[in-house]
């Protein structure tokens, strides 16, 4: 049983009313009068995304966002599941609420991974509430929240020098900064992809969602042949996106990366996953 | 003379004939300080006159204006935009009715299309709407790819160049060989810390070819009016340098660009001015040029 997550009725009923404070609660340093707005906000991104209420996770799941960030165009975030959550949760939502798309991103756990630490960068383009939500394997769905400050993320212009970025599209990065995993241990890992993930900043007047540009829209990690991580990615995910997962499993193995942008152009790289070697 | 010009026109200081600096003040804009954070200034010739960045609002933009009519009856023919950042530009439409040519470097006006409107949006927060009105940058009428020597007249002109990203992807240093004066405006740094909006690597490549160049003096876009050339480029040099090492080591063994801004050349940022709010920035814009090195 996930013990950490207490076994309550639904606080948000499907057509219930918008009962967020506990996870507002926690997400410190909102501005007082703007706390009603965000709640409504936040409960209609909920009915937009999921076709069932949410709970407060409580200590299964766990956002770490700069409550201050640095660049708004690449705000690190990560995510973070109990021993306990960890195997029972199949795909954790990122949604980054005054966002012009505020699904930034879907993790769904392949056959040979979970998700028990995953870090992304992200746009953002207003003070906002960033949430994220885990769906269990019975369906239920916890959520958490924290509040960061930035602006103009979206808008932001390329980082970097666009022409480079653009010679250097597809290129791929992978590092085990702790080391080749193993059976018994989960060894981090980060991936990258050169890609300029243009967040396009025009408007569809009837969605008023944005039209995106160029950005990639699906990452898959792949080690010895069975999938650990998928990624449905929208233009809230930063230049270069970057994702950290943990890996467990014997060394020596392939680590594979595919990834495919909205213009069906794809990518991908290979990396053996040193056993010593 | 000066005194009947005011106090604002007093503080602009003559670093070699006929070359003028307003030196802007250490403090992020504000409304006490008008923006006027950057230094800005002009360069007499014997047929006109060349202003170089008009300054971080308009009411920056008129005290500089004034100061060059205190100083000289020629007209302002040209305007230099060193680059596109607010504390430099925005000043302009003061110069407006005279109908200047803008000289600015190639990408300067995809710059400020891209970043315009934010800035407009960001200097009405800093100092306040009525502080702010009227201020905006002028699009550029004249392109530096390469090299560009603007005439002013009765044999001084200016040499502009362009260079590669390295403060930002716009940035343009004018040299006046009759004073043997370099103007680097924000490719040097002086004080105040430096905020990178370019290149990291490219910036210490602009620099290095820059500390060959022999001059007199440089006159950086924060600190002094004017430094000796080419020591006044040690500190910037090394502040640089120790970014670069010190990102370049923290991806090496890992530390998350989450964690870098905390951990890195957290000593050489101290010396500086302003450092609490920009060095996390730097280290952040480092570590995402580094990290694909």
Redesign the interface.
């Known amino acids: 049983m996930v013990r950490a997550v207490p076994r309550r009725p639904l606080l948000a009923g499907i057509l219930g009313a918008p009962l967020l404070a506990p996870a507002i609660g926690r997400a410190q340093g909102i501005e007082p009068a703007e706390a009603p707005r965000r709640a409504e906000r936040w409960h209609d991104l909920k009915l937009s995304i999921f076709d069932r209420g949410t709970e407060p996770a409580g200590d299964a799941l766990t956002l770490v966002a700069p409550a201050r960030a640095l660049d708004a165009a690449a705000v690190p975030i990560s995510l973070s599941l109990s021993a306990e959550a960890a195997p029972r949760v199949r795909a954790i939502h990122l949604v980054i609420d005054e966002n012009p798309a505020p699904l930034a991103a879907v993790f769904r756990a392949g056959p040979a991974g979970d998700l028990r630490a995953l870090s992304a960068r992200v746009r953002v383009d207003a003070y906002t509430l960033m949430h994220a939500v885990a769906e269990t394997d019975d369906g239920r769905l916890l959520e958490t929240a924290q509040f960061v400050k930035a602006a103009g993320g979206c808008s932001a212009p390329v980082g970097t020098d666009l022409r480079a970025a653009r010679e250097r599209m597809g290129r791929m990065r992978m590092a085990l900064p702790e080391g080749p995993p193993a059976p018994d241990r989960a060894a981090p890992v980060q991936v990258a992809v050169s890609h300029p993930n243009t967040s396009g900043l025009q408007i569809d007047q009837l969605s008023r969602l944005s039209i995106p540009a160029e950005f990639v829209q699906t990452l898959r990690v792949l080690y010895r042949g069975a999938e650990v991580l998928r990624a449905e990615c929208g233009i809230s995910i930063a230049e270069n996106p970057t994702f950290g997962f943990a890996l467990a499993g014997e060394p020596g193995g392939e680590l594979k990366v595919e990834a495919e942008d909205n213009r069906e152009r794809r990518f991908a790289a290979a990396w053996v996953v040193g056993n010593g070697g | 003379m000066l005194a009947a010009a005011g106090p604002a026109i007093a503080a602009t200081v003559q670093v070699a004939p006929g070359v003028y600096v307003l030196p802007g003040v250490h403090e992020d804009a504000s409304p006490s300080n008008g923006n006027a954070i950057a230094n800005v200034g002009f360069v007499v010739g014997g047929a006109s006159v060349a202003v170089v960045d008009p300054g971080g609002s308009m009411a920056h933009g008129r005290r500089l204006r004034r100061a060059v009519e205190a100083v000289t009856p020629l007209p302002i023919r040209h305007l230099v935009l060193t680059h596109a950042h607010p504390d430099h530009v925005m000043g302009a439409a003061a110069f407006a009715e005279l109908r200047p040519e803008v000289v600015g470097h190639a990408r300067l006006p995809e710059?400020l299309a891209?970043?315009r409107e934010?800035y407009l949006r960001m200097i009405e927060r800093e100092m306040g709407a009525e502080a702010a009105a009227g201020s905006d940058a002028l699009p550029p009428t004249r392109l530096v790819e390469d090299r560009l020597d603007l005439d002013l007249g009765a044999g001084r002109a200016l040499s502009i160049a362009a260079h590669g990203?390295a403060h930002t992807?716009a940035d343009l240093s004018l040299f006046d060989p009759a004073t043997a004066t370099l103007w680097l405006s924000d490719l040097l740094f002086v004080e105040r810390i430096p905020s990178l909006d370019g290149?990291l690597a490219g910036w210490l490549r602009e620099l290095a070819a820059l500390r060959e160049r022999p001059a007199a003096r440089a006159v950086p876009g924060h600190g002094p009016p004017a430094v000796p050339w080419p020591a006044g480029a040690a500190a910037l040099t090394g502040y640089l340098e120790a970014l670069r090492d010190g990102t370049r080591a923290a991806i090496a063994?890992?530390v998350?660009?989450?964690e870098a801004?905390a951990r890195v050349a957290s000593a050489e940022a101290s010396r500086w001015r302003l450092a609490e709010g920009y060095h996390?920035?730097n280290?952040?814009?480092a570590y995402?040029?580094l990290?694909?090195e």
């Open positions: 710059a891209q970043r934010g990203p992807d290149s063994s890992g998350g660009i989450a801004p996390g920035r280290v952040s814009a995402r040029e990290e694909w």
